[in-house]
């Protein structure tokens, strides 16, 4: 289950990969309208099947972890959990409120993460660069504040209603600096537009800033797994040698 390096382990990952999209796909089912009652039933008998498949991945996983707590209490433990939990707990209830936890069957997507060595490297690239993308997302969050402020000064007399306040311009200035642009809410005075152009320029470098942080943080996840496998590669071919 842990080692990915071996034919079995890759076949159980594999196995694991197919079972969370098929369950995606079973979710993705109940949602058509007009299904016959035989219909639900088989999805519902298909949605029983992969829990008790997760489930007990859950209880093998934590039975082989040394010690149990290291994945109970991880990442992806909590994630496995809360991929198994929405089923359990309304097995045998029709309880309105619990049809909400149906969508926690959607952190099975992030169950993919833990077989794909790709999402490894970008998760880890998201370590490397975390304080770096911590004071970005502070930053952003103060020009995001400044955004909504200014226009909200250059438009409210403008547009009483669309910027009633800055919290109302939040939307704007969440929009523009994200440079989507919906159209919905824009400047009308020769301030507001003037100020709309500088947003505008400051958005790109909210946007692009990120991609860069991450970027160079995956080259450099990929130099530290070369480094890693690298002496690995060494020693099978020396065993060969040897053998030979």
């Given at each position: 289950m842990e080692d990915v390096d071996t034919p079995a382990g890759r076949a159980f990952d594999l196995a694991v990969q197919a079972l969370i999209v098929l369950s995606l796909v079973l979710y993705s089912l109940e949602t058509l309208p007009g299904l016959s009652h035989a219909t639900r039933r088989a999805l519902r008998?298909?949605?029983?099947?992969?829990?008790?498949?997760?489930?007990?991945?859950?209880?093998?996983?934590?039975?082989?972890?040394k010690p149990t707590r290291t994945y109970v209490f991880g990442v992806f433990g909590a994630v496995d959990l809360l991929s198994i939990l929405p089923t359990l707990l309304a097995a045998g209830f029709d309880l309105r409120a619990l049809r909400a936890l149906r969508l926690l069957r959607l952190f099975r997507v992030l169950k993919l993460v833990r077989?794909?060595?790709?999402?490894?490297?970008?998760?880890?690239?998201?370590?490397?660069?975390r304080e770096e993308l911590v004071l970005f997302l502070g930053a952003a969050g103060v020009v995001l504040f400044l955004a909504a402020a200014g226009i909200h000064h250059f438009e409210h007399e403008a547009q009483p209603e669309e910027f009633a306040s800055i919290f109302h311009s939040l939307w704007w200035a969440v929009v523009t600096l994200t440079t989507v642009g919906y159209?919905?809410?824009?400047?009308?005075?020769?301030?507001?537009?003037?100020?709309?152009?500088?947003?505008?320029?400051?958005?790109?470098?909210?946007?692009?800033?990120?991609?860069?942080?991450?970027?160079?943080?995956?080259?450099?996840?990929?130099?530290?797994?070369?480094?890693?496998?690298?002496?690995?590669?060494?020693?099978?071919?020396?065993?060969?040698?040897?053998?030979?």
């Open positions: 008998w298909g949605e029983l099947v992969t829990v008790g498949l997760f489930t007990a991945e859950y209880l093998l996983r934590a039975a082989v972890a077989y794909s060595a790709a999402a490894r490297r970008f998760a880890l690239a998201l370590k490397i660069a159209g919905d809410v824009y400047p009308m005075t020769i301030g507001g537009r003037l100020f709309t152009f500088l947003v505008l320029v400051v958005g790109l470098g909210v946007v692009s800033v990120p991609a860069g942080l991450v970027a160079s943080a995956l080259s450099e996840a990929r130099r530290m797994e070369a480094d890693i496998r690298e002496p690995a590669t060494m020693r099978a071919e020396a065993d060969v040698r040897t053998g030979a």
